[in-house]
């Protein structure tokens, strides 16, 4: 499902550079729940941004589904890529102030020419936001908003799941219920998740657990 072939990643040039990935090959398999772990400022953001594309590696290959999205070097490509298979819930939610809640869980099916307001609608109702569809992002708690990315993630019913710290914000009985909900999912449906996390709790969900240490991935389970 998603392969990473010689993967490295450095930022910046010449003295000044930082690599942040060197040379890391794994698989993560169709279905497959996985949890990443790390310290602070290990990269677990910028791997993520390398498998959606929003960034380019320096050197290595990855694939996701069966796709070569290192290859694709026109942006409408990587964007099509992205929004058909992918869904990512960003560290810090990344909703858009100036639409409404409904409107931003909307937003990647109408940029695939496919917008029913009625999904968007289901799906905030199924993370409790129901009510709260016409509110703007400013007018939201930080747990309500990291729920609305969630959804918005779903809404192009994803192949793969990138979520960065999605429940950084949420109770704990909100964070069971996202890893139980993204456990099913990977049961069910078939989706791929990859997941960042602080949380240790989160690996009893998951079926494998990587922690990102010294430009290495590592199994932890
Ligand atoms: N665009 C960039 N240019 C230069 N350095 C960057 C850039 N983005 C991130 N970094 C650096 O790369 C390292 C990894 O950052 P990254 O955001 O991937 O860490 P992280 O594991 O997600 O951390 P956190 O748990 O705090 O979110 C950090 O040292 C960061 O300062
Ligand atoms: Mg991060």
Redesign the pocket.
């Known amino acids: 499902m998603i392969e990473l072939k010689h993967l490295t990643k450095i930022?910046?040039q010449g003295q000044e550079n930082?690599c942040?990935l060197e040379d890391v090959s794994l698989r993560f398999a169709r279905g497959q729940f996985t949890v990443l772990l790390?310290?602070?400022?290990?990269?677990?953001?910028?791997?993520?941004?390398l498998i959606a594309m929003l960034?380019v590696p320096t050197a290595g290959e990855i694939w996701v589904d069966g796709k070569n999205g290192t290859a694709l070097k026109k942006e409408a490509a990587r964007s099509k890529l992205r929004l058909t298979k992918m869904g990512f819930v960003f560290?810090f939610d990344g909703l858009l102030p100036e639409f409404s809640l409904l409107e931003n869980v909307e937003l990647p099916a109408w940029m695939l020419g496919k917008g029913n307001p009625q999904k968007a609608q289901k799906l905030l109702e199924r993370f409790g936001l129901g009510e709260m569809a016409h509110k703007l992002p400013a007018d939201l708690s930080g747990g309500e908003k990291q729920r609305a990315s969630i959804a918005r993630a779903l809404r192009n019913n994803p192949v793969l799941l990138l979520a960065?710290?999605p429940t950084g914000n949420l109770d704990a009985q909100r964070k069971v219920q996202v890893f139980e909900d993204f456990a099913r999912m990977s049961r069910e449906e078939g989706l791929t998740i990859l997941m960042?996390t602080?949380d240790v709790h989160a690996a009893d969900f998951a079926h494998a657990v990587f922690e990102?240490k010294n430009r290495k991935l590592l199994p932890v389970k």
Request: no cysteine; net charge negative.
């Open positions: 930022y910046g930082l942040v790390g310290p602070s400022g290990s990269g677990k953001s910028t791997l993520l941004n960034d560290q960065d710290e960042v602080h990102l």
